[in-house]
């Protein structure tokens, strides 16, 4: 298996000790995988041990939540239970950050997700989060947002309170110390 520069060798195996730890405690994330096709998909894409180790390095705590049907690929979602501590305080996208005159936050949360190699959460697809556990209690988690609102200076993220996941909408620039993003990483 080919590995990041920046991982020593005994690294990607303690990672894939940690991922498959996390997956035999949690099978209700995904009925019917074996942790064995999980592995292999994996060792076949050197890139994805790279955006996993990013998102296990930021707190997100990836796990498998499905295959997708279309093409077979497994699908790796941060399950940490609060939006991970090393991707928040972030606004939504490069425009906004540059939009900012002052307090700019570290990035912004579209790069970053491009950097880490993994795609935004949509609506549904948090959602479907959701009905695997409840995530985002005390914080919340930015979500892909539709052209035509970030197109008026908006942008969506997500929260669970009083049993509920609600969808909200706010400025693109604003940032807060609670409000990171949930990456989607197709293996």
């Given amino acids: 298996m080919q590995t990041d520069e920046s991982m020593t060798a005994s690294e990607p195996e303690q990672l894939l000790r940690t991922l498959q730890s996390r997956f035999d405690m949690h099978p209700d994330r995904h009925p019917g995988l074996d942790w064995e096709t999980v592995r292999a998909r ?8 790279q955006s996993l180790d990013r998102m296990e390095s930021s707190g997100g705590e990836p796990d ?10 497994v699908l790796f979602c941060d399950c940490s239970p ?8 972030l606004c939504f996208d ?7 005159k002052e307090n ?25 989060l959701q009905q695997l556990g409840e995530f985002d209690t005390k914080t919340s988690s930015w979500v892909a947002t539709p052209e035509a609102v970030r197109a008026l ?16 909408h706010n400025g693109a620039q604003s940032y807060y110390a609670a409000r990171g993003f949930r990456g989607l990483l197709r293996v």
């Fill in 42 to 49: 994996i060792e076949q894409s050197p890139s994805a041990l």
């Fill in 64 to 73: 498998v939540i499905g295959l997708e049907a279309s093409t077979g690929q």
């Fill in 82 to 89: 609060e939006s991970p501590a090393g991707r928040r305080s």
């Fill in 94 to 100: 490069r425009e906004a950050w540059m939009a900012r």
């Fill in 104 to 128: 700019k936050p570290p990035g912004n949360v579209e790069e970053v997700a491009a950097e880490m190699g993994v795609e935004l959460l949509d609506e549904a697809r948090y959602r479907q």
């Fill in 153 to 168: 200076g908006g942008a969506l993220f997500c929260d669970r309170r009083y049993g509920q996941v609600f969808l909200y």
